[in-house]
Structure formats: structure tokens, C-alpha cells
């Protein structure tokens, strides 16, 4: 899928900062309900944070709540996640989506209609 260009994992010590990024192309992310997923080795697909389309609803799952930012930028088309005080437990592979048929002003973690291709996210000492 060409729809992202996904960036910004890579590996932190516990405690430490990363920001991911999510540049879209071929559509205009800001009509878009946006989220952040990540899957850890062995486990399911998790939603992380998610923005509705008319940016009215922002969630966070609680594993991540006051930890994790969820923003767009719409004059660069871009999504981020800032990720502050990593753990380890927050190691996966982290995915950008968006979907255009989301209800304007909530929205949920389902199965998105675009997707990244995931970054890797490590977090060690």
C-alpha cells in the first residue's frame, strides 16, 4: 500500500521519547478519522489513539493515556504520534490508518480502509 509514508520508530531506552509520523498521499487526510495502531510479538492488533474526522473525539487506550499524543497536521497531510516516557511493554510495531467513512465527530478503533506499512518501535535497556 502507497497511501503512507510511515517513519520515526526505531530504539529507546525506558523513559525515553519517539514521534512517528504518517505522511499521506493520494488522499486528503484531514476528511479522514486517523488512528494509530500497534502490534506486539504474539499478541493481537491494538488500537493506540485515534482522532475523529472532525477532530472532536481523541482516544487513548489506557495503557497509553497521558503518555501518548495523538495530532495532524492538515496543511502538511501528515498524522504523529509523540510517544514520552516509553516502556517497555510499549514494544510493536506501530501502524499509521485513516478511514474516510468514519462518523464526522467520534471515532473507534475497526478495521480502517487505509493503512501504513508499520514501523518498529523498541523500547530497552
Known amino acids: 500500500q502507497l497511501h503512507f509514508v510511515e517513519s520515526g520508530g526505531g530504539l529507546v531506552q525506558p523513559g525515553g521519547s519517539l514521534r512517528l509520523s504518517c505522511a499521506a498521499s493520494?488522499?486528503?487526510?484531514?476528511?479522514?478519522?486517523i488512528g494509530w495502531f500497534r502490534q506486539a510479538p504474539g499478541k493481537e492488533r491494538e488500537g493506540v489513539s485515534c482522532?475523529?474526522?472532525?477532530?472532536?473525539?481523541?482516544k487513548y487506550a489506557d495503557s497509553v493515556k497521558g503518555r501518548f499524543t495523538i495530532s495532524r497536521d492538515n496543511a502538511k497531510n501528515t498524522m504523529y504520534l509523540q510517544m514520552n516516557s516509553l516502556k517497555p511493554e510499549d514494544t510493536a510495531v506501530y501502524y499509521c490508518a485513516a478511514d474516510p467513512f468514519g462518523v464526522q465527530a467520534m471515532c473507534a478503533f475497526y478495521d480502517y480502509h487505509y493503512w501504513g506499512r508499520g514501523t518498529q518501535v523498541t523500547v530497552s535497556s
Open positions: 482522532i475523529s474526522r472532525s477532530g472532536d473525539s481523541i
Open positions: 493520494g488522499f486528503t487526510l484531514d476528511r479522514n478519522t
